[in-house]
């Protein structure tokens, strides 16, 4: 497994932009799918965002596209979640997650995720 701690949340107006950071602990980081998932107030934990190992693929939710773009730096161990444009109902807290090993396929099931962060708070304001 690969360690994964999140930066980067905060207080925002809408409309205005974040960018979280999920910095991996180990040398293999550029062997997993990344993930992000956020969990919103009183509700489910949900896959926003994710990417394959080098990078070349992404995918997103409906609810983001155009709006968030995520990326990662195999030689920092670090991958990204840019928020652009953001919405009082992106209010959540927000987590990276890893998969295991030899996944080549970007999963929104959270239980496919063996590896997850702290998560990071992110609250914006009407």
């Known amino acids: 497994q690969v360690q994964l701690v999140e930066s980067g949340g905060g207080l925002v107006q809408a409309g205005g932009s974040l960018r979280l950071s999920c910095a991996a602990s180990g040398r293999t980081f550029s062997s997993y799918v990344v993930g992000w998932f956020r969990q919103p107030p009183g509700k489910e934990r949900e896959f926003v965002a994710g990417?394959?190992?080098?990078?070349?693929?992404?995918y997103y939710v409906d609810s983001v596209k155009g709006r968030f773009t995520v990326s990662r730096d195999n030689v920092k161990n670090t991958a990204y979640l840019q928020m652009n444009s953001l919405k009082p109902e992106d209010t959540a807290v927000y987590y990276c997650a890893a998969m295991g090993i030899n996944y080549y396929y970007i999963s929104r099931d959270l239980h496919e995720y063996n590896s997850w962060g702290q998560g990071t708070q992110v609250t914006v304001s009407s």
């Open positions: 990417i394959n190992q080098s990078g070349g693929t992404t």
